[in-house]
């Protein structure tokens, strides 16, 4: 049985992963952090804390669908108790980034944008795409719920990512994520990444592109939430038998 903690326990995604690890007969609910309280009965048996050491003590594996500063502490409080660790937050700065790789020298890290297999074989056909239809122009579109905090979507970066990949590019330097007033005409080289907030999408992104006369668009569309959560379940039974190191959804498919 893997005892698994999860963090960010009262979150949407968070609420799902108790349901899934509860249902699944191979994984139960150790510890559940939170900052203020939960809103339901916790599993019986499982420790609830606010306390990220006192979490990670507490369980054999974590998963982490929180926000960039919580993420943060997760990671520092793990530097002296290593654990395998799934996360799924996204919006992560450059010195959190930097936190992660450094933590996942001394522990298995999963670290996805999206947790789903579609976005994982997405990545790379929009790689492959950009790659070979080289001088069609590269706009990502995606949408989300009104609750969102951040965007673009870090999935639709990580797509950006890719598409920058299959070009060759920077996509510090290629990326326009806001036109607004006189912008001038496209240049060949950007890659938009725009974003939709409102109702209750669960998450749908479109890589285009745009040519004379032609265009394609690549679409996933989540229509489920669990889709996310029963694939960080999924990632974590899998990252448990992994040595330290920074793994990518794609590694736990096979893709
Ligand atoms: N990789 C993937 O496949 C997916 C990633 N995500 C990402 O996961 C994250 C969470 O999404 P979602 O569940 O919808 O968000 P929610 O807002 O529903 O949940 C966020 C959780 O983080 C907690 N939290 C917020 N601020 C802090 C803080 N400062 N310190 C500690 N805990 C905090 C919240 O606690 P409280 O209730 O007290 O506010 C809550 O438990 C986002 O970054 C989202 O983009 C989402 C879906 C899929
Ligand atoms: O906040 C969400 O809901 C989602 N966030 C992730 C992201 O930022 O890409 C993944 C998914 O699209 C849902």
Redesign the pocket.
């Known amino acids: 049985m893997l005892n698994v903690g999860v963090y ?7 609420q799902l992963l108790v349901k899934n690890l509860t249902e699944d007969p191979d994984t139960t609910v150790a510890a559940l952090c ?3 309280r939960i809103d339901y009965h916790a599993p019986e048996g499982s420790v609830v804390t606010n306390d990220a050491k006192i979490f990670l003590d507490s369980c054999d594996a974590a998963i982490d ?3 960039p ?2 993420t943060e502490a997760l990671l520092r409080a793990a530097m002296d108790r290593p654990k395998p660790l799934v996360i ?4 992560l700065n450059d010195a959190q980034r930097a936190l992660l790789e450094e933590a996942s020298e001394i522990m298995p890290i999963l670290y ?5 297999a579609g976005i994982a074989l997405l990545k790379k056909l929009v790689q492959m795409t950009a790659e070979k239809l080289g001088d069609f122009d590269i706009e990502i579109v995606e949408q989300h719920h009104r ?2 905090k ?1 965007a673009p979507s ?1 999935t639709a970066l990580t797509l950006a990512e890719f598409a920058a990949k299959g070009r060759g590019v920077d996509l510090d330097k290629a990326r326009v994520s806001c036109r607004d007033g006189m912008t001038g005409e496209r240049s060949k080289e950007e890659i938009g990444v725009m974003a939709i907030r409102g109702g209750d999408v669960v998450g749908r992104h479109t890589v285009g592109f745009y040519n004379d006369g032609e265009f394609i668009e690549l679409n996933h569309t989540a229509t489920s ?1 669990e889709t ?1 959560s029963k ?1 960080a379940v999924r990632a974590c039974k899998w990252l448990v038998n992994q040595p330290a190191g920074l793994y990518d959804i794609s590694d736990c498919l096979g893709l």
């Open positions: 960010g326990a009262n979150g949407r995604v968070g939170e900052r203020d669908f929180t926000v500063e919580a799924g937050t996204t919006g996805a944008t999206n947790m789903s609750y969102k951040d870090g939430r996310f694939g």
